[in-house]
């Protein structure tokens, strides 16, 4: 019986590799994604009101910092100024978390076979995964802002980009975070990559000042980070004033992103890291 059961589940994983693209796994893609989202919502308190607490704090001591002052930045008051930027790299820095301690949980624990053995091509595997990562920096997004209302008045300027740079931000770091788990064996091989990477980025990409104040050369260097672009485009979706042009900043995330899908793509089939 046993025997009969491993002939067939083998044809019929043959005949979806046939099929390829035609044949979608959907059942098997809800499943994953359903797994990657219970997996933080059970823990809700860490991965969702945590980020959110830490927010909070960083707008805080930025207001406790300068009193009454009324600094603006491009006649816009700085924690108007600041609040988006926090958000949004509240939200990165999830999705990013997600993917890659999702992976590489699996792959410490020796489960990363109950994840490879399903019938899911890489492409629906990949899918899954993104769609989670995007999820999580969704959530974190929206309970962020929650908080932040109670201190910064916040408004929407532009819905269509505020739902654009949202989506391709939390969809480069999830696929970032894929690209690390798949290749960290241990998990301070994340953290170098947290360290010395995703941290650097997020903190020299504008968050926290305007970068035409920078000198030409900081300046130049600013627009060649990509987290840049992340931020500039979502506080442009607030409130209205952006540092670049937001279409080349939306061009810009959208090509990084089908450059890592690839990659990561590549990576799951040839089972990199993944296959003994």
Known sequence: MQKNKNISENKFISERSKEGIHSVNWIGVYTLFKREVMRFLKIY????????????????????????????????????????????????QNAFGNTSSSLLSAKVAGNITDLLL??????????????GAI??????????????????????YNPLALIYFSVLSCSLMGLLGLIAGIWASKFDHIAAVTNFLVTPL???SGTFYSITILPTNFYIMSQLNPFFYMIDGFRYSMIGYADSNIY????????????LYFIT???L????KLKA
């Open 248 to 259: 080349l900043g939306g061009i810009v995330l959208l090509i990084l992103n089908i450059l």
């Open 265 to 267: 793509i590549l990576m």
């Open 135 to 156: 999820c999580r920096g969704l959530f974190v997004g929206a309970s962020v802002s929650l908080l932040v209302l109670f201190f910064v008045p916040l408004t929407v």
């Open 202 to 204: 997020s903190l020299l």
């Open 269 to 272: 089939k040839s089972g990199f």
């Open 118 to 131: 399903p019938p899911l091509t890489a492409i629906e595997f990949a899918s899954a995964f993104l769609a």
């Open 45 to 92: 308190l860490q991965t969702i009101l945590g980020p959110a607490l830490t927010t909070l704090l960083f707008l805080i001591i930025f207001a406790m910092a300068l009193g009454r002052s009324t600094k603006l930045v491009q006649d816009i008051p700085f924690l108007e100024f600041l609040a988006p930027g926090l958000i949004i790299m509240a939200m990165i």
